[in-house]
């Protein structure tokens, strides 16, 4: 019997309908109540001292660069590795940013290369928590330590990267600051949304980080919405010239009831990659996910095959062929310097060998928390019999 296996469906729960028809019957419907609890509620599960909520990943990649005055001129590094909002947000602020590769059959930037990328103009290193696995931020900090550079800010990409573990702690805390994604297809999600979450509110010299990063979220203003809505409290200044990318009290409410759920989904996930992993632990041509060591655990984001020996032709026929399966697989990620918006700014894909050799031959399995484990095996009986139908 035939199945029709989609992509990442949003998990969704009559807990989180429930959660934004209250929001909505509560007349408050923008950034309020709802969004103040969901920050408090994310910091404490990253074993953060703050968060701060935005309307989506790519906000909080650029907010810090906007409240830490990094622009045109200055130098940010990060990896050819990701999705384009993690490079295009340097480019908003007029940088052409350095791009380090990742390290050899590894999916995350290469950090013995971070050292010599360094410049005298470079003001802050975006890594990437690729698929859920944490990069060594540690190894980050004893390169800049190294270099004498201890000023350079790190934000780490942690998109992918909620409910990973670096060294026993929750990913959230680890780097100056980091970004993370609820976007429909992430393992949480609060249909559009993300948040900046960090230790140190007087990071580099700031006398309130939190305050300044909400401002540049609300266009500057020195009043949020609620707080003008009470009586005779119109009056508000523009303190910064900011952004409008603030998260509304209807996306946090559905970001607190994930939250609550978040483990148990987690841990689905995580049954699926075993499920992958083992049909595949005596397949030579698979190269299966990372999960967990003594440094770090994964956070069961993707579950990104390499098939080793094959070009990426041969891949691509392997998802044409699940794909007349009904069975839906993705690619993480074209590099950057692949796309034409980035050739236009001169980067060539031939500077960086080890990311196409990544992408070339990877597939991304569907690993969802509604998934069943007969359907996870149906996949992978699946992925099997077509690779090595190639194969021959």
Request: charged share 30%.
């Given at each position: 019997m035939t199945k029709k296996i989609p992509f990442s469906p949003p998990d969704i729960t009559q807990k989180e309908i429930d959660a934004?028809?209250?929001?909505?019957?509560s007349g408050w419907i923008t950034t309020g109540p709802k969004t103040a609890e969901f920050e408090k509620e994310l910091a404490k599960y990253c074993n953060a001292n703050h968060a701060v909520a935005t309307a989506n990943a790519t906000s909080g990649l650029e907010l810090m660069l906007q409240v830490f005055d990094i622009k045109h001129g200055d130098d940010v590094i990060t990896t050819p590795y990701t999705y384009t909002a993690t490079a295009s947000v340097s480019v908003h602020r007029g940088i052409k940013p350095t791009m380090v590769d990742?390290?050899?059959?590894?999916?995350?930037?290469?950090?013995?290369?971070?050292?010599?990328?360094?410049?005298?103009?470079?003001?802050?290193?975006y890594p990437v928590d690729f698929g859920g696995v944490p990069v060594d931020y540690d190894a980050i900090r004893d390169?800049?330590?190294?270099?004498?550079?201890?000023?350079?800010?790190?934000?780490?990409?942690?998109?992918?990267?909620?409910?990973?573990?670096?060294?026993?702690?929750?990913?959230?805390?680890?780097?100056?600051?980091?970004?993370?994604?609820?976007?429909?297809?992430?393992n949480l999600i609060t249909a559009e949304g993300g948040a900046v979450t960090f230790n140190d509110n007087h990071l580099r010299g700031k006398e309130d980080l939190v305050k300044e990063l909400k401002l540049m979220s609300l266009h500057g203003q020195s009043k949020d919405a609620l707080s003008k809505m009470k009586a005779g409290a119109w009056k508000?200044?523009?303190l910064y010239t900011g952004y409008k990318c603030n998260m509304t009290d209807i996306n946090a409410a559905i970001g607190l009831v994930q939250l609550s759920r978040y483990e148990n989904m987690r841990k689905i996930r995580k049954s699926i990659f075993d499920l992958y992993s083992d049909a595949l632990k005596d397949k030579d041509w698979a190269i299966v996910p990372f999960e967990k060591d003594d440094v770090k655990q994964n956070s069961y984001h993707l579950y990104s095959l390499r098939l080793n020996g094959f070009k990426e032709e041969d891949r691509n026929n392997v998802i044409k062929a699940l794909a007349d399966r009904d069975i839906a697989t993705n690619v993480h990620f074209t590099p950057l310097p692949m796309f034409t918006a980035y050739k236009n700014l001169g980067y060539s894909i031939k500077d960086y060998p080890n990311a196409y050799a990544q992408y070339a031959n990877?597939?991304?399995?569907?690993?969802?928390?509604?998934?069943?484990?007969?359907?996870a095996q149906y996949v992978i009986e699946n992925v099997i019999d077509v690779v090595e139908k190639i194969r021959k």
């Open positions: 934004v028809v209250d929001v909505l019957k990742v390290k050899k059959d590894s999916f995350l930037i290469d950090i013995d290369k971070l050292y010599d990328a360094i410049k005298p103009n470079t003001k802050a290193i390169v800049l330590k190294a270099k004498g550079r201890e000023d350079i800010i790190i934000v780490a990409d942690s998109s992918h990267a909620i409910g990973a573990s670096y060294k026993g702690k929750k990913v959230g805390a680890q780097a100056d600051a980091h970004v993370f994604s609820f976007h429909a297809v992430k508000y200044d523009i990877e597939i991304t399995l569907p690993s969802y928390s509604m998934m069943s484990l007969d359907d």
